[in-house]
């Protein structure tokens, strides 16, 4: 079946850099996409959201770029701090179906 | 709110022996989920109810998990007998309104060991 999967499973960033966080999705139908944090020993944490008719969506420090022509979807974090070193994960979701979960990149923040 | 609580938080037991893991969704959510996770096989959904009724189980590896909600403030996941492979991060989710925009508030996890 059509599923969520990451180009990259680990990222190494210097503190202060911005971070790009890849997610590529299969299916066409998918209308509303979602990105999480998890945090060592923690549940994912909702960040971010972007409907399918949006290309681009801004929250704090964060940006979320959907390309649906190649079925792209990128986390932007500007000026990555220690803090934000975690395991992203993104989420597609298809109508009212459950939202499918990506496998999630490890971003590492070095000081 | 407190937002989604589970416990406990850690669980070391033998094989053979009954697990059972707690939830309490935040008030007012609608939905509870049900996932585990292992470095293998990501984060997997088990099982989600709606206004305390299962939707969907297909997830449930087999029958030595259930999973009940017998009330909007509670429910339980239960793997009866457990086995190693079963060791993994079981979480809890729960939200509001529809699954057309599903954004899911997670616990903290219980950490399941079987021995």
């Known amino acids: 079946g059509e599923s969520v999967g990451l180009h990259l499973p680990t990222l190494s960033v210097q503190e202060g850099d911005n971070s790009i966080i890849n997610c590529a999705y299969s299916?066409?139908?998918?209308?509303?996409f979602i990105w999480y944090k998890q945090e060592s020993g923690k549940g994912p944490q909702f960040i971010i959201d972007?409907?399918?008719?949006?290309d681009k969506r801004q929250g704090q420090r964060v940006t979320v770029l959907l390309n649906k022509t190649v079925k792209h979807l990128s986390l932007q974090i500007a000026a990555t701090q220690p803090g934000d070193s975690a395991v992203y994960f993104c989420?597609?979701?298809?109508?009212?179906?459950?939202?499918?979960f990506g496998r999630g990149t490890s971003l590492i923040v070095h000081p | 709110d407190a937002g989604v609580i589970q416990s406990p938080r850690h669980e070391v037991t033998e094989m053979g022996q009954e697990v059972t893991l707690r939830c309490k969704p935040i008030?007012?959510?609608?939905?509870l989920f049900w996932y585990r996770q292992t470095m293998m096989r990501g984060l997997e959904l088990l099982i989600y109810?709606?206004?305390?009724?299962?939707?969907?189980d297909s997830g449930m590896p087999e029958d030595r998990f259930s999973a009940k909600m017998p009330n909007a403030s509670f429910s339980t996941l239960k793997i009866q007998p457990s086995e190693p492979r079963d060791s993994a991060v079981y979480f809890c989710?729960?939200?509001?309104?529809?699954?057309?925009?599903?954004?899911?508030?997670f616990g903290a996890g219980t950490r399941l060991s079987v021995l």
């Open positions: 989710a729960s939200s509001p309104g529809s699954l057309a925009k599903n954004i899911q508030y």
């Open positions: 299916n066409s139908a998918s209308d509303y």
């Open positions: 972007i409907r399918s008719n949006m």
């Open positions: 989420a597609e979701n298809i109508g009212s179906y459950i939202p499918t």
């Open positions: 008030s007012g959510h609608d939905y």
């Open positions: 109810f709606n206004n305390n009724v299962p939707i969907d």
